[in-house]
């Protein structure tokens, strides 16, 4: 039968009920500004209620409640925006690290500018028109043409150093990857326990997704909810590119098996839970094999990135094409196991029948020998499909194909250049003697120590180009007339500049350069357009080719190729961030903490509070009437 103590345990129930509310409410304002954090709600349910008998009858309609209880205390967080905000991380990653490194390359092009590669090329040729005039300014052609060169040496060389910066950035984001990849497995391994235990670890699962978010910055990811709250998490299998060869897809344990899980929810310490290690170095030890293309490399990678102990350093060998070599270290990224021990892999196929790689062992340094390597498609090479790592890959394959076109244009300028200066399609030592001596090669291949020759102009490059040392010391020494002995004497007289003339209208000469190779040679770039010239005496000059370009046109189209690239990220950059600022907005409203919504919570906490406290109040005041009243 109800009685007053019924009574008062109902009130002191709603007391701790409120009580809790009201924590509740005071760690979401303690919290308002912590990163990551999801505002907090105890949910309350009424405690198991009784049926009331009467006189008449064993019981009665209706039942008496007997309070309330706290049932849980649960994060106010949706799982979609969650979803959405990491893909949009993944791309927003990808662009702004893109945008980084390509506002980089358009200052050191510094176009357009009286220091830039473009007016020193006009600097260039109309030096030469003005020795036209005067055989006089041999001295000005020598300093431009020096001038020229080493700023394409310079540029060259500064693409080349963005290039290993972002590498070293993949290098570091390695190290960072691996650290949070640690955290989260320790985080779901705890969130897991509690969870086993009855209770919501709702500011660990905070945690674990403040790590999620992080990690889906660097790399596309894919989370598989398991029981407790436990995840597993592995690299997206997909691309939202659409380029099917950065799908992002983990190899797999077995064939037909399921992906590598990078955090596991159950047997985190396994050793098919995967990690990621870093190449560092990478050398060519044999030639190149005729048939295959391919030579042996010694490639070096460290355990999960760490670089700090040599104790971690893999030194093993691997039989790969130049190609392969090149996208190895733009990579450098290689999936490993727990312990960072590289995997080897083969071909197989997925649960899907589609082609897959296989996990097939390790890579370790005892498992390969100059003599036996192993082939490149047994690296399983990490290919992102999104994120700062893609951006980083990608912005390295940009420099690399600005750095071809620099090199096309500078082996394009120093073969016309110097075929002018030998009248020659074909290459002609210096001082040769036949047809004529002389310096016969204006432009020579830097790398060379002054050993030059027909391969060594073969593999001018804009890193190498330099002036012929014999016409720095001496620039009178350029052939400028019509005609040289077998000595090297000019055979015209003080006023006959015929070749400086032809190198001037070379300004004009439309080529194929887009066409020139490593292995082009002269022949092959002016052959069919190196032709006598009436106006000029009949001295060999560089005529045209339909669909060819100037070589000012050419570095001009590779200025704007830069500054189009650079403009697409720095757009996709600014779109992304907006899409990722709405998305974010999105969470807060629903996860946020609102000050004003708690500072209502309180009060009307409170307020419960105070009426259930007055309730207690009230049946103590019953309780004295009854228990003091019955001794009068």
Same mark, same amino acid.
């Given at each position: 039968?109800?009685?007053?103590?019924?009574?008062?345990?109902?009130?002191?129930?709603?007391?701790?009920?409120?009580?809790?509310?009201?924590?509740?409410?005071?760690?979401?304002?303690?919290?308002?500004?912590?990163?990551?954090?999801?505002?907090?709600?105890?949910?309350?349910?009424?405690?198991?209620?009784?049926?009331?008998?009467?006189?008449?009858?064993?019981?009665?309609?209706?039942?008496?409640?007997?309070?309330?209880?706290?049932?849980?205390?649960?994060?106010?967080?949706?799982?979609?925006?969650?979803?959405?905000?990491?893909?949009?991380?993944?791309?927003?990653?990808?662009?702004?690290?893109?945008?980084?490194?390509?506002?980089?390359?358009?200052?050191?092009?510094?176009?357009?500018?009286?220091?830039?590669?473009?007016?020193?090329?006009?600097?260039?040729?109309?030096?030469?028109?003005?020795?036209?005039?005067?055989?006089?300014?041999?001295?000005?052609?020598?300093?431009?043409?020096?001038?020229?060169?080493?700023?394409?040496?310079?540029?060259?060389?500064?693409?080349?150093?963005?290039?290993?910066?972002?590498?070293?950035?993949?290098?570091?984001?390695?190290?960072?990857?691996?650290?949070?990849?640690?955290?989260?497995?320790?985080?779901?391994?705890?969130?897991?326990?509690?969870?086993?235990?009855?209770?919501?670890?709702?500011?660990?699962?905070?945690?674990?997704?403040?790590?999620?978010?992080?990690?889906?910055?660097?790399?596309g990811i894919t989370i598989n909810p398991r029981d407790y709250e436990g995840i597993d998490v592995t690299t997206s299998n997909?691309?939202?590119?659409?380029?099917?060869?950065?799908?992002?897809?983990?190899?797999?344990?077995?064939?037909?098996?399921?992906?590598?899980?990078?955090?596991?929810?159950?047997?985190?310490?396994?050793?098919?839970?995967?990690?990621?290690?870093?190449?560092?170095?990478?050398?060519?030890?044999?030639?190149?094999?005729?048939?295959?293309?391919?030579?042996?490399?010694?490639?070096?990678?460290?355990?999960?990135?760490?670089?700090?102990?040599?104790?971690?350093?893999?030194?093993?060998?691997?039989?790969?094409t130049e190609e392969e070599a090149e996208q190895l270290n733009t990579s450098k990224v290689l999936w490993a196991n727990n312990?960072?021990?590289?995997?080897?892999?083969?071909?197989?196929?997925?649960?899907?029948?589609?082609?897959?790689?296989?996990?097939?062992?390790?890579?370790?340094?005892?498992?390969?020998?100059?003599?036996?390597?192993?082939?490149?498609?047994?690296?399983?090479?990490?290919?992102?499909?999104?994120?700062?790592?893609?951006?980083?890959?990608?912005?390295?394959?940009?420099?690399?194909?600005?750095?071809?076109?620099?090199?096309?244009?500078?082996?394009?300028?120093?073969?016309?250049?110097?075929?002018?200066?030998?009248?020659?399609?074909?290459?002609?030592?210096?001082?040769?003697?036949?047809? @004529?001596?002389? /310096?016969?090669?204006? %432009?020579?291949?830097? *790398? &060379?120590?002054? +050993?030059?020759?027909?391969?060594?102009?073969? =593999?001018?490059?804009?890193a190498n180009i330099t002036v012929n040392i014999d016409i720095l010391n001496d620039p009178s020494k350029i052939k400028i007339?019509?005609?040289?002995?077998?000595?090297?004497?000019?055979?015209?007289?003080?006023?006959?500049?015929?070749?400086?003339?032809?190198?001037?209208?070379?300004?004009?000469?439309?080529?194929?350069?887009?066409?020139?190779?490593?292995?082009?040679?002269? @022949?092959?770039? /002016?052959?069919?357009? %190196?032709?006598?010239? *009436? &106006?000029?005496? +009949?001295?060999?000059?560089?005529?045209?080719? =339909?669909?060819?370009?100037?070589?000012?046109?050419?570095?001009?189209?590779?200025?704007?190729?830069?500054?189009?690239?650079?403009?697409?990220?720095?757009?996709?950059?600014?779109?992304?961030?907006?899409?990722?600022?709405?998305?974010?907005?999105?969470?807060?409203?629903?996860?946020?903490?609102?000050?004003?919504?708690?500072?209502?919570?309180?009060?009307?906490?409170?307020?419960?509070?105070?009426?259930?406290?007055?309730?207690?109040?009230?049946?103590?005041?019953?309780?004295?009437?009854?228990?003091?009243?019955?001794?009068?």
């Open positions: 039968m109800p009685g007053l103590f019924s009574i008062f345990n109902t009130a002191k129930s709603g007391l701790f009920a409120q009580q809790s509310s009201i924590n509740v409410t005071s760690h979401n304002i303690a919290n308002a500004e912590t990163e990551g954090y999801s505002r907090q709600r105890a949910t309350l349910v009424t405690t198991t209620p009784y049926t009331m008998p009467s006189m008449n009858s064993a019981t009665v309609a209706g039942q008496l409640g007997t309070g309330v209880t706290v049932s849980s205390i649960d994060r106010i967080r949706d799982s979609f925006i969650d979803y959405q905000i990491r893909v949009e991380n993944g791309v927003n990653g990808h662009y702004t690290a893109k945008d980084k490194y390509l506002s980089q390359v358009e200052n050191v092009l510094n176009e357009p500018t009286d220091s830039g590669l473009s007016s020193l090329m006009s600097k260039f040729f109309n030096s030469w028109q003005s020795l036209s005039s005067s055989s006089q300014n041999t001295s000005t052609v020598a300093q431009q043409a020096y001038q020229l060169t080493n700023d394409l040496n310079s540029v060259y060389s500064q693409l080349t150093s963005i290039k290993d910066n972002a590498r070293s950035e993949i290098k570091t984001a390695v190290v960072d990857i691996n650290s949070m990849l640690k955290q989260v497995s320790e985080l779901n391994q705890q969130i897991r326990d509690v969870k086993m235990s009855g209770s919501n670890p709702n500011d660990l699962m905070d945690s674990r997704d403040l790590l999620l978010d992080k990690l889906s910055e660097k790399f997909s691309s939202i590119y659409g380029d099917a060869d950065d799908n992002g897809t983990a190899p797999l344990i077995s064939e037909g098996g399921s992906p590598l899980n990078i955090v596991q929810s159950n047997d985190a310490d396994n050793i098919n839970v995967a990690t990621f290690s870093c190449v560092t170095s990478i050398n060519k030890k044999t030639d190149a094999d005729a048939t295959t293309g391919k030579a042996t490399y010694e490639v070096s990678y460290y355990k999960k990135g760490d670089t700090l102990s040599d104790n971690n350093k893999v030194t093993m060998y691997v039989s790969m312990d960072g021990t590289a995997y080897k892999v083969k071909d197989g196929k997925d649960a899907a029948g589609k082609d897959a790689k296989v996990i097939d062992g390790n890579l370790s340094s005892s498992s390969t020998t100059v003599d036996s390597p192993i082939n490149f498609n047994q690296l399983a090479l990490f290919t992102p499909p999104s994120g700062e790592l893609k951006g980083y890959v990608s912005v390295q394959n940009n420099v690399a194909e600005y750095q071809d076109e620099l090199n096309k244009l500078a082996k394009s300028l120093a073969v016309s250049v110097n075929a002018i200066i030998s009248q020659s399609s074909t290459w002609v030592a210096d001082n040769s003697g036949f047809p @004529e001596g002389g /310096i016969n090669n204006f %432009f020579v291949n830097g *790398d &060379t120590d002054g +050993n030059n020759s027909e391969e060594d102009e073969n =593999n001018i490059t804009a007339a019509t005609k040289y002995d077998s000595s090297g004497n000019s055979l015209g007289t003080d006023t006959d500049t015929n070749r400086a003339l032809a190198i001037a209208q070379l300004a004009d000469s439309l080529m194929n350069i887009q066409s020139v190779t490593e292995d082009s040679s002269r @022949e092959d770039l /002016i052959g069919g357009i %190196f032709a006598t010239k *009436d &106006t000029l005496n +009949n001295v060999y000059a560089v005529g045209g080719v =339909n669909g060819g370009t100037t070589v000012s046109n050419y570095f001009n189209n590779l200025v704007n190729k830069v500054g189009m690239h650079e403009q697409e990220a720095k757009k996709q950059e600014d779109y992304e961030a907006t899409q990722l600022e709405n998305f974010t907005q999105s969470r807060e409203a629903t996860s946020g903490v609102s000050l004003d919504e708690e500072m209502t919570n309180l009060i009307q906490f409170q307020h419960c509070y105070q009426a259930n406290a007055k309730m207690i109040s009230t049946v103590d005041e019953l309780l004295d009437v009854v228990v003091n009243g019955l001794k009068r």
